[in-house]
């Protein structure tokens, strides 16, 4: 076992107030880097007051989510009780270092409020080395995934958009109740009332009763959060099913999900969003010369915004 100074120069960061810095929007300023377990620790983006982290080190929270541990990818100042570490072999690959933040955090349970890892965070003991299989590990690369996926477009005029009832766009379905108790874990996408993870609240044994290709929008819960859903799923009875009356792509069906979520905040617990007024509802569509919705302009807008490569890619997976 070594110890972790052995392995990293250790020093203490900046130590400043984020109410007393100046806050920026990117690609201004630089990350400011506190004790917190998520985003990698950053919590703003400040005007720099001095001398900054560099990309590359390691900042570790010596307090409040302590030792969450992360290599910062730019530079960066930090607030209270936020330790840098430097590789003392400047060789050290990102893998290499992503792998000692984990060896750093699983010492966590070691430290509480009463017990910070300031003095003796040096002190830690660490493996002998990394081992040949993390340091063969790739990071995932996320490279041209904010990118289009095809050239960006303007939206058309408004004045050439039209409003739509949803039943002449769609067939509208309710869903199926089914308990928790009355489902087991398996392979079919249960869409619940939920705002999160595309409307799938677990993964259980029934028979999808639903094709992909289609839109949900739940009208108990999370009111008028419309997803697309690409796989065949089990709907429950919170949650109203949109099938497209002609031929629509996943792009543009993507269009009009976002603009139904625009009508959401029109309904409540005590005026449901029901199957019957779900119907009746409107939406502002652009629309071709005839009076039709202009699928082919919605499905070339949503391919040409950014980070729809990245939906583009998940179709490829």
Not at 35 to 52: E, I
Not at 216 to 228: M, R
Not at 266 to 283: D, E, P, Q, S
């Amino acid at each position: 076992m070594r110890r972790l100074d052995d392995i990293f120069d250790l020093r203490y960061g900046q130590s400043l107030e984020l109410n007393s810095l100046t806050q920026v929007d990117a690609p201004d300023g630089v990350n400011f880097v506190s004790r917190a377990r998520g985003n990698n620790g950053v919590t703003a983006r400040v005007l720099p007051p001095g001398d900054v982290g560099r990309a590359g080190e390691i900042t570790v929270a010596l307090s409040g989510g302590v030792l969450s541990s992360f290599v910062q990818p730019e530079d960066f100042v930090t607030g209270f009780h936020v330790m840098i570490l430097t590789a003392k072999d400047p060789a050290m690959t990102l893998v290499e270092k992503l792998w000692w933040c984990r060896c750093i955090w699983e010492n966590r349970r070691r430290f509480s409020y009463g017990r910070q890892a300031n003095r003796t965070l040096g002190s830690l003991l660490m493996p002998e080395a990394c081992p040949g299989w993390a340091s063969a590990k790739e990071v995932p690369s996320n490279d041209a995934l904010a990118d289009g996926y095809q050239s960006r477009i303007s939206l058309a005029r408004r004045n050439t958009w039209l409003d739509f009832r949803l039943d002449e766009l769609f067939t509208l379905k309710k869903g199926k109740r089914v308990t928790k108790a009355d489902r087991i874990p398996g392979a079919t996408r249960f869409i619940g009332a939920s705002e999160k993870n595309n409307g799938i609240t677990d993964l259980c044994d029934l028979q999808p009763i639903f094709e992909a290709g289609t839109l949900t929008v739940p009208y108990n819960g999370s009111v008028g959060f419309a997803f697309y859903q690409d796989e065949p799923y089990w709907a429950s009875d919170d949650v109203q099913v949109l099938i497209p009356n002609s031929p629509v792509d996943k792009w543009a069906l993507l269009f009009v999900s976002t603009m139904i979520r625009f009508e959401k905040d029109r309904f409540t617990y005590g005026y449901k969003w029901n199957l019957a007024r779900m119907k009746a509802t409107t939406i502002h569509l652009p629309a071709t010369p005839a009076g039709d919705p202009d699928w082919d302009h919605m499905s070339a807008y949503m391919r040409g915004l950014p980070f729809s490569a990245a939906v583009a890619r998940s179709e490829e997976a």
